[in-house]
């Protein structure tokens, strides 16, 4: 994973991000057994903070939680209605990607 500390040493950089993305589509099996199509990219904790994006429901990813590294997804408004959901955080989101299933919980 990306780490900005050699960029932070820099004092013109004020806060650094990370993006490992671009469109990775792929289908959710949402836990009603309804079908999303998605892209999802891997970002870290100070991604929504650096473009200044809010968090409207359930909170950001943390580095005081281990498990949001690999167990964590953060979704926006047009996936919540997608999957027909009114209050996301705690839902759980399973997809496979490379013929692995890996089950998320939103924040």
């Known amino acids: ?17 990370a993006d490992q993305g671009g469109n990775q589509e792929t289908i959710a099996h949402i836990n009603n057994g309804k079908k999303v199509t998605f892209d999802f990219r891997y ?21 005081s939680f281990s498990s949001d590294t690999s167990e964590a997804v953060i979704i926006n408004e047009a996936f919540a209605r997608a999957a027909g959901w009114k209050e996301a955080p705690g839902r759980e ?15």
């Open 43 to 63: 970002i870290d904790e100070n991604y929504f903070p650096f473009f200044q994006i809010p968090v409207i429901a359930g909170r950001n990813f943390s580095k």
């Open 1 to 17: 994973m990306f780490s900005g500390t050699k960029l932070l040493k820099d004092p013109s950089i004020e806060s650094v991000t």
């Open 93 to 107: 989101v399973d997809f496979f990607y490379m013929n692995k299933k890996y089950r998320w919980q939103a924040l």
